[in-house]
């Protein structure tokens, strides 16, 4: 199929500043109490004219108070004008407090900028069962607003602001240009391994500039989503505040118009773009990592069957481990493919380590151990598995399971 | 309800040999080739009239060559006469010849018992991929026969023989008493963490004296399992070799008749405790914890929610984590329960760390904190969530997840 649009993508870039009509702002209030006014804590992005808002959250039965907030305020399909966020505290398993506070985050950025609270998304991350101090983020809400800006400076503070134990801030930006016309997007993230030490949280925020319907923003991103951030598992875990939202502004006047197929095509491929790049760095970034590796299971009868034998790898403590050690270990990537229970056919499985031959119909290629035991020293390398049952393959990202992660998490 | 029947458990006893009818032994042939004639590795058990025999098996899709055997032996509904096992190479991904291979092992088990080789069962655990020395074991499993008794000696070989990482022999020893009469049986195991470095196995052979049909016992034997081995949780990682077998040799004259319900009853209690002490130890000999933790979910509106949530938290990298440093991290719990995704309401969800209430209806009882980590510094504890949704409830055993699993699983 032909393609009739180009992405650029430009990794390492500031932040949400980048696209038009976005003002962004990072400030320090101390959140985690330690008497530490440099470490940046609250971030806020705004939208000069109201943009259209979706988002994507945790499925976790116990939703942080922010989550259920912003659920709330997407379900009433008004534009969005501004997004704030804070790291050291998850203003989670806070019952109707948690509520209350979280919305008192959207009702002191509403005052700032004049709009309704119903109009501010809010996000929390770090600490889970604490209740936020309100009136040091009250103070790091009024901070970020009068440092507002769309400079450098001040998109880099913002994607440093929502940090928790990520070792480096996570941003990309994105141009899609098709039938004369460009679209820009920028995104910031933030990672997903457990933080400080009570929760692991996935947050990722995206600007855009074009104009779209909420509905059709929702399919887009809910699309993009499923393909990128809920294909990267690092311990598995789930927490109660993974959120991914996006506001397109209008502001570039390039329409994504429900009935321009080039369009909606050119912008699903900036936006999944987006999140591959945000998503691959959360999964580099992850705690105490050294390997990254890519699981891909092709020749499915469908999907439902690769992905479950993708997760089962890439969920496995002894495979996991085996990576740690660069232990080439087949044996235990053809157990989890089994225990995923889908009805694989061993005398059919072929396993590949990047382009060399592991097991062709269930049996081993012994010739190629050393290459094998080559490519599994590597940081990254790609297992593939072909079943040889179907056509339907799906990919995810996974990372190895080290003592340093064992240590770093287990707490007091 | 009244029990008609009481039931006497003696740990740490020799083995099998202690059941009426049934002879052991434990041989040495060096399968995992270190010139080691000390490490026993063949296990043969025989019943001197052939039993009734029945089995559980793993659900992996990859199944090894001795559980394909097994479920084919047992499907002739013919009696079993011996059951021969093999530590050191599991016999698994190896193709027709590893099927040969395991068929082989029951030839010349059943050419020196007098049997046909269907009316025996094998199993194999260690390496996975490797073809299986067959000289070397035909060697032992004459030496095994030769050494056949009743002895305690023989008793413990035969339970040391099936070890792999393990690093103490597992047996257990039930009487039941019930309307004058009292049934006997025993039971060795080997635990369910990684093996060598390569497989996570479990295996357990029961012996019976008793006499009961292979439909009932089938199904006693299924219900036992489900309740105990499919309860216990290291890694979560399920092998292609785990076994439980159960032979019923009438010895004692006892018959569990189908419409003898004492007697159903009495035979389950026996055959439940049995497992039950089995997954323990192979819970507390699991591969480097320090741990085991009872995790218990009451008050959940049907058994398959109970499970779920158990299963979350007992397989979670974070929680687990937590309960190797010592941690009381409610925050975890309450994350890895909320990812289950049953519907369960944080707004009536009560937790406690023995005794002592840690959450009440999703809020902290902050005044026991100095005793939650008073009780999860101990080496056993057990953690009680009530959903106060329903009456069922379900209860798992886990273990910590400690650096020393990495290192020791990460292999080269």
Redesign the interface.
Known sequence: MKKNFTVHTTEDVPGLGMVGGFKVAGAACDIRNKNDLKRLDVALIVSETPATGAGVF??????AAPVLTDMAHLSRSEKIKAIVANSGNAN??N?ERGMADAMAMCKAVAELVGSKPEQVLVCSTG???EFLPMQKIEKGVKDAFEKLSDSEEQSRNAAAAILTSDTRPKTVLVKVEFAGKTITLAGMGKGAG?IE????TMLAFIACDASISQKLLKECLRFAANKTFNRITI??????NDTVLCLCNGSSGVDVDESDAAAIEAFKAGLLEVCRILARKMVSDGEKITKVIEVKVTGARDEEQAEKICRAIG????VK??W????P????L???????????D??KFDLFYNDTAVLKG???VVENKDEW?RIVSNKTFTITINLNQGSAEEVILSTD???G???F????
């Open positions: 945790t499925t976790n039965d116990v939703k989670a398993c019952g600490r889970i069962g457990m030490p009570n929760m692991a311990d598995g875990d789930m927490s109660t969920n496995s403590l002894l481990s085996s740690f050690g660069g232990d270990n087949w044996g235990r053809a157990d989890a493919a089994g225990y995923a229970r889908t009805g694989l061993f005398s269930g049996e081993q035991r399971l080290t003592d992660y064992v240590n998490n287990k707490g007091e």
